[in-house]
């Protein structure tokens, strides 16, 4: 994993997406920083930190759209999937090199709340919270790039993917607000949701007996459930797709407050989305 880290660290440092990405996110930043916090004076950091929460949408697709589609593209995958190292290796080396690149705005931005406090009294504890909660925001998005970087061999797709999931997810609440509370509403958005799982279960897998065994099951759960009990559908899609609104567990961050359960909550997005991009690869390697 050490070599795919140096390796990968090393391509970022010696091309232009590196620079692109910390340059965009430290110009950004310092926009808002400087209309906020230095000309209007407002003391508290974390609400700079939340306005910019939109660059991930940009610098995040930017960032990981060759990380993997690139290899695979120019079949220079062939070669990691053959090395004597493992699939977890590969994928945390490439994406710890990501988070390295990530990690040098983040020390500069880092410095603005020591400008600020020359000129007025902020809180230091309040705004290096709210700096981590920005940290793992952006530790979660890059996962969730990695993933869909694994999935095509094309850097455009790849980037195209990833900003369409994260412009989804940062527009998760207003998506949800369309949505009924009613439970019938609720029960005809999940049988979708079904189908549509049904549907990618057929792209991977090729098999349609198992696409249609995971949809038939399903439309059939949910029609027992809502039969036996319909109480528990009503306002169930908000609630779900809410679990999708990764930006809403940054607000207690920038409240100043550690909040356990959103810490938990990122590094649980990161696991998933990078243990998915590993069966990716895997599913590479066996085929």
Known sequence: ????????????????????????????????????????????FGVTLSAVTFIFLIAVPILTMRVLAEERKQKTDQMLLTAPVSVSDIILGKYLALVTIYCIPTVIIGLYPLIMRMFGTVSLPM????????????????????????VTESQVIAAVLSFIVLFGCYVISGIASFFSQTAMASVLAFGVLVLLLAVIIYAMTKSSFVASVVGLAGEIIIAVVYMIKSSLFEGAIQKLLEIFNISSHLTTFIDGMLDLTGVVYFLSIVTVFLFLAMQSIVKRRWS
Request: proline share 1%; glycine share 8%.
């Open 1 to 44: 994993m050490k070599a795919i880290y140096k390796k990968e660290l090393k391509s970022y440092l010696t091309s232009m997406i590196g620079y692109i990405f910390i340059f965009f996110t430290l110009v950004m930043t310092g926009i808002y920083f400087t209309a906020y916090n230095l000309q209007s004076g407002y003391p508290i």
């Open 127 to 150: 705004s290096y919270t709210a700096l981590l909660g920005f940290f793992l925001l952006g530790c979660a998005d890059i996962a969730i790039g990695v993933f869909l970087s694994s």
